[in-house]
């Protein structure tokens, strides 16, 4: 009988752990925190500091860049990286979508369904090529691209969202604030109650938290007159920055978010290989005559 030996294709070899956190409480209060940051910190840079926000948009795009190089490098989550890779994500979207409706003139009525489409079709590409959006399995570049693709989508669509309800529509900050939360109570209700799909119920909450903390940052560093607390960009970007540094220093002591080792479906590991490589038999030995 001939012996065989199966090769491992490249795109195995390249196989990681989980490079998401677990979707846990800390990972939602981390999210909003970002993604209020996102916003006091562009216009921190931008107005503030007088960087504006072409040139802020071009620095903090590089960081980014310089940030996901080493994400990706990286072989698992990791608390520090992961979360220095989401705020940033968060300045650049925004920034994204300022530039465009600032310095292009782009109204937020063309804006939003555009980031909406370009968000649309970043899902449709990653389902196509992988067969799931779940992001308990992102253990490959390939899937890790579709995944960051899509973060920096959600980050540009909800600001233009966020933007064009509380601005475009005056409906004002705090109104903003409730709309987006009460979308973000009726999914999770729709998710425990009505047991919608999990992985949809997460991205529509996922994209809903950054007009959220958008809404929530502008309500808080914005002067009285334009419907803001007044705090300043300046005190509103430290204490947040402060809270997910304290909250992610957590994370990585006592790693509660980290996908334990083992904890993916029999199922989703065979489609996984299916999708990802096919084995070859590589015969070592002449067959019988």
């Known amino acids: 009988m001939p012996s065989l030996l199966t090769e491992t294709p490249v795109s195995t070899q390249r196989r990681m752990l989980n ?101 649309a079709a970043t899902f449709i590409a990653w389902y196509a090529r992988e067969k799931t959006l779940s992001i308990h399995t992102i253990f490959s570049t390939r899937r890790e691209g579709f995944y960051w693709l899509t973060v920096l989508a959600t980050f540009a ?36 109650i009505l047991r919608i799909n999990a992985v949809a119920a997460f991205w529509i909450a996922y994209v809903l938290t950054r007009p959220l903390g958008a809404s929530l940052g502008d309500l808080m560093s914005q002067p009285h007159a334009l419907g803001g607390l007044g705090l300043g960009t300046v ?26 080792t083992g904890t993916i479906s029999a199922s989703e590991a065979a489609q996984d290989e299916l999708q990802e490589s096919s084995q070859t038999p590589v015969d070592l030995e002449p067959a019988d005559d």
Do not use: C
Not at 27 to 45: M, P, R, S, Y
Not at 239 to 256: D, G, M, P, R
């Open 19 to 119: 490079k998401v956190p677990e979707v846990t409480i800390y990972f939602w209060i981390i999210k909003v925190l970002a993604t209020t940051v996102g916003e006091t910190a562009a216009d921190l840079l931008s107005v503030t500091l007088h960087l504006g926000e072409a040139w802020t948009g071009v620095v903090m795009a590089a960081v980014l860049v310089v940030a996901l190089f080493y994400q990706f490098r990286a072989r698992q989550y990791l608390p520090g990286i992961y979360w220095f890779s989401v705020v940033l994500i968060s300045v650049v979207g925004t920034l994204l979508s300022d530039n465009l409706v600032d310095n292009l003139g782009v109204p937020l009525t063309v804006t939003t369904p555009v980031f909406g489409a370009a968000l």
């Open 157 to 192: 669509l909800g600001t233009s969202g966020g933007d064009f309800l509380s601005e475009a529509l005056r409906w004002g900050y705090f109104n903003s604030l409730l709309i987006f939360a009460g979308g973000i109570g009726l999914v999770t209700a729709a998710y425990y």
């Open 235 to 260: 005190w509103t970007s430290v204490a947040f920055l402060l809270a997910i540094v304290v909250l992610v220093t957590y994370l990585a002591l006592t790693k509660v978010d980290v996908t334990p």
